[in-house]
């Protein structure tokens, strides 16, 4: 079983937001950094935002001002809020955790971004 489970995906038209979530249960979050990518379809995959077990984020220049990442220590989750939405958001989002040698990925939700 993965344990790191997306969900909060779906179709949003332009400039609408969404927020996904990354809920881990193979014990504590906290420890682990945790990226987002996305993969459109075509493409390489592509980390768009990252946030280190410190709190520490940064993002890509494409989502930099309308996409925040945040965790959740209780809720042992971390979150990306999407904000502005454009048709070239659209792909599959994919978190990644990783602490020392332990390494997951979540099996991925779809983003569709269309009027």
């Known amino acids: 079983q993965v344990p790191l489970v997306e969900s909060g995906g779906g179709l949003v038209q332009p400039g609408g937001s969404l927020r996904l979530s990354c809920a881990f249960s193979g014990g504590r979050l906290n420890p682990y950094d945790v990226g987002w990518y996305r993969q459109a379809p075509g493409k390489q995959r592509e980390l768009v935002a990252h946030?280190?077990?410190?709190?520490?984020?940064n993002y890509s220049d494409a989502v930099k001002g309308r996409f925040t990442i945040s965790r959740d220590s209780a809720e042992n989750t971390v979150y990306l809020l999407m904000d502005s939405l454009q048709p070239e958001d659209t792909a599959v989002y994919y978190c990644h955790a990783e602490y020392t040698w332990y390494d997951f990925w979540g099996q991925g939700t779809q983003v569709t971004v269309s009027s």
């Open positions: 946030i280190t077990s410190d709190g520490t984020t």
